[in-house]
């Protein structure tokens, strides 16, 4: 297949470029530094601008991840509106040069998150739920979809990926709690009693390649483990895993006085079941936390 990503110099997108590589695709990424793209992505090539693959063989595929990090620091004025065009603009961008093509894609999978949902509190969510939009990243997300949907007009297979915290040592939220709770210096968030979905980064890649090869997925799809676990829950197992206590929680108010709005992403969560993602026939390798957490800091 001919393939181009972007966000491909991210942690899922480097993982995806490795596995796709293996499996001798073509791999183009769309990227602000194309000279860093061979060294991070296996066997791509970086394009600083899609018109460079005007007049090329057409694309078999399109993987949307590209977004600035939304957990890095808080939501200032700034901090949205470079948010809102890294993910809404780029995919709106991304779109339109899509149906630009003499052959468009055949299929568009394209990343959203699971703050879609807003905070969900104790209710139980499915793809077909309905979105929160009471915060700044559930309407980011419900704006990102609806932007991606748009390909559907060129004849393209829209799969929107809802994607939960995604755990690999090496980067995102697991390397960011790693040092704290290695000290012993971990614990649980405000209550705990938040619901806290997550999938290990192996699983993330082998759903994109699922939905990637299966012609009769489209829409959205629940990128997240089976097993529903609270914070509590998740900070109990990691401090297990790495043998230390986890007796520090965060209160409440300090993580509201110091992230404001964005302190939902933390104190807030979503009880998710991956309902129509079990009904496309996928098969989890790490289903469980504590299995995924035993193989991810095996070494640790």
Known sequence: MRILLTGGTGLIGQALCRHWQRQGHELWVWSRNPLQVPRLCSGAQGIAQLQALNGSAPLDAVINLAGAPIADRPWTAA??????RSRVDLT????????????????LLSGSAVGWY?????????????PGNADFGSRLCVAWEQEAERARQWG???????????LAPQGGMLARLLPPFKLGLGGRLGSGQQWMPWIHLDDQVALIDHLLHNDACSGPYNACAPEAVRNTDFTQTLARTLHRPAVLPAPAWALRLALGEMSVLLLG????VPRRTQGAGFAWRYP????????????S
Do not use: F, I, Y
Not at 156 to 166: E, F, Q, S
Not at 269 to 272: A, I, S, T
Not at 288 to 299: E, V
């Open 92 to 107: 709106r961008a991304l779109v339109d040069w899509m149906g630009e093509q003499a052959t468009p894609p055949h299929v």
């Open 156 to 166: 393209v297979r829209v799969a929107l990926l809802r994607t939960a915290p995604v």
């Open 288 to 299: 469980q936390l504590a299995t995924a957490l035993g193989q991810l800091l095996r070494n």
């Open 118 to 130: 807003g905070d969900g509190g104790e209710q139980w969510l499915a793809e077909d739920s309905a």
């Open 79 to 84: 901090r949205r509106d470079l948010l809102w």
């Open 269 to 272: 969560g979503q009880r998710l």
